[in-house]
């Protein structure tokens, strides 16, 4: 489940922290950007850059213009959620809510990519392509078909019901290929809308080093 990929060692900013007590945290976790709350709702991440542009370590973190206030999935949604919209906005992390649209707590892109790398079809190279369609129109074969045309196969595959639109299917592809770019024209030119795209590269050992690894390669 999604909620259990909640770091706990991410701590959220509250409105009345300094800058300075930011960029210490940030400096000890290795992120760029911090997620900033204010009665248990989500404000937006206080990013590295503003603290620096802005020159004043004394500011508190609610003076501060706020990025990526979009950035969470609620707990009930899928983890490529989580990854898609830290990659959307550059963050190495993406927040979570309840549905009454209360912080719990951020997931991290390397543990999203730990639990990735679980799968036998993960664990080869290549990259992951996420597909929404409507349910009249899906058709594994004529996919692998499309995909196989650019010298391509799938590895793997999963399917599962749009939570918010139960008439459509979203499709998590693993492709043997690290470069979608034909596949996904291919895919587009035949009408499958892709919502999300994951380059994947060679696992490395150091759990920082495949975090910057992801982010440097992750295209979605």
Not at 116 to 145: C, K
Request: net charge negative.
């Amino acid at each position: 489940m999604t909620i259990d990929l909640i770091n706990d060692m991410i701590p959220p900013l509250k409105v009345t922290d300094d800058a300075a007590k930011a960029l210490v945290w940030m400096e000890e976790l290795r992120l760029h950007a911090l997620p900033v709350i204010k009665d248990k709702k989500f404000l937006g991440f206080l990013t590295e850059d503003m603290i620096i542009d802005q020159n004043n370590v004394d500011a508190k973190a609610g003076d501060f213009m706020l990025k990526g206030e979009d950035c969470f999935i609620f707990d009930y949604q899928h983890t490529y959620e989580a990854v898609k919209k830290a990659t959307d906005f550059d963050f190495e992390c993406a927040v979570v809510l309840n549905e009454e649209e209360e912080y719990l707590g951020v997931i991290v892109l390397s543990d999203a990519l730990s639990i990735f790398s679980q799968s036998a079809s993960i664990q080869s190279e290549g990259g992951v392509i996420v597909l929404s369609m409507n349910q009249a129109d899906y058709s594994l074969s004529e996919i692998s078909r499309l995909i196989e045309s650019n010298e391509a196969q799938v590895m793997g595959s999963s399917l599962n019901i749009e939570k918010n639109e139960p008439t459509k299917f979203r499709l998590t592809l693993k492709i043997n290929k690290v470069d979608l770019t034909h596949i996904i024209a291919t895919l587009e030119r035949f009408g499958f809308k892709v919502i999300a795209k994951y380059q994947e590269v060679k696992t490395v050992s150091n759990e920082k080093e495949r975090l910057d690894m992801l982010m440097r390669y992750l295209d979605a």
